[in-house]
């Protein structure tokens, strides 16, 4: 049996959301700071430059999260690295070698509390089972996950995609039900989601930071010429087409 005071009940801490059995927190004010630099905290806090955790409830769920990401834990939890073998093995790290993520992300089981690193970034909670349990996402966004959900190498359905568009070959897949932690530069309330119907996308540069697995991902001109394309001042385009849905920070 363990109690903890002073965290989430402290004055100077919110709760920004809570999905599953993680709950995303923000320090409003930082107060451990000198003189000297009393003044930038001043400034950060006026702009929303905070330092934002997340805690997980292990008694909701395992969770799998980015290695390194510990902070400190209590009461009943274990750490695992999550290998079910040298064949399970040797394909999280070649996953990790092509998506530019972490080999191996270490998996936490029981009934106690984890709580991950502060950061400054916003953290972004979602059901995988909203995005038809498929999501596929940019590089550097996970930061934890239900251990209950799938990791999977995606490949660009054409080499255009990877080359042309500003990206790698491979992404990170999500698959499965269950709560997702995105670690990313650009608040939720900035996001824009885009839901398709059997429709298309066409968005000028890598804005999208996540969408369905069910999409077909490509790039191509803007326009139907080249000239087309050279006159609109384009040129190519991400193209993002199918059923599901995207999201994307307009002003990264």
């Known amino acids: 049996m363990y109690h903890i005071k002073n965290f989430t009940d402290n004055d100077d801490i919110r709760i920004l959301d809570q999905l599953g059995a993680f709950t995303v927190i923000e320090y409003m004010r930082d107060l451990s700071v000198s003189p000297s630099d009393a003044q930038m905290a001043y400034f950060c806090h006026q702009m929303n430059v905070r330092k934002r955790q997340v805690i997980c409830n292990l008694s909701k769920s395992n969770v799998t999260v980015q290695a390194g990401a510990m902070q400190w834990m209590v009461g009943n939890v274990q750490a695992t690295t999550g290998i079910k073998g040298v064949g399970d093995f040797f394909g ?3 996953r990790g070698k092509v998506t530019g993520e972490s080999a191996i992300k270490p998996e936490y089981t029981g009934d106690g509390t984890l709580v991950l690193e502060p950061t400054y970034k916003h953290l972004i909670l979602l059901d995988v ?7 596929v996402l940019d590089d550097g966004l996970f930061l934890a996950c239900d251990s209950s959900l799938t990791h999977k190498t995606i490949m660009r359905s054409n080499l255009s995609s990877a080359v042309a568009g500003n990206e790698g070959l491979f992404n990170l897949g999500i698959q499965g039900n269950g709560v997702l932690c995105l670690e990313s530069s650009v608040p939720k309330e900035e996001l824009v989601e885009i839901t398709l119907e059997n429709d298309i996308v066409k968005i000028d540069g890598n804005m999208a930071i996540a969408w369905s697995g069910s999409l ?3 790039v191509e001109r803007s326009g139907k010429s080249l000239i087309g394309s050279a006159a609109s001042g384009e040129g190519l385009v991400n193209v993002y087409r199918g059923t599901g849905k995207v999201l994307m920070a307009p002003v990264r």
Request: glycine share 8%; aromatic share 16%.
């Open 92 to 94: 999280k790290a070649l």
């Open 129 to 135: 089972a909203d995005w038809n349990g498929s999501i």
């Open 216 to 218: 077909n991902f490509t």
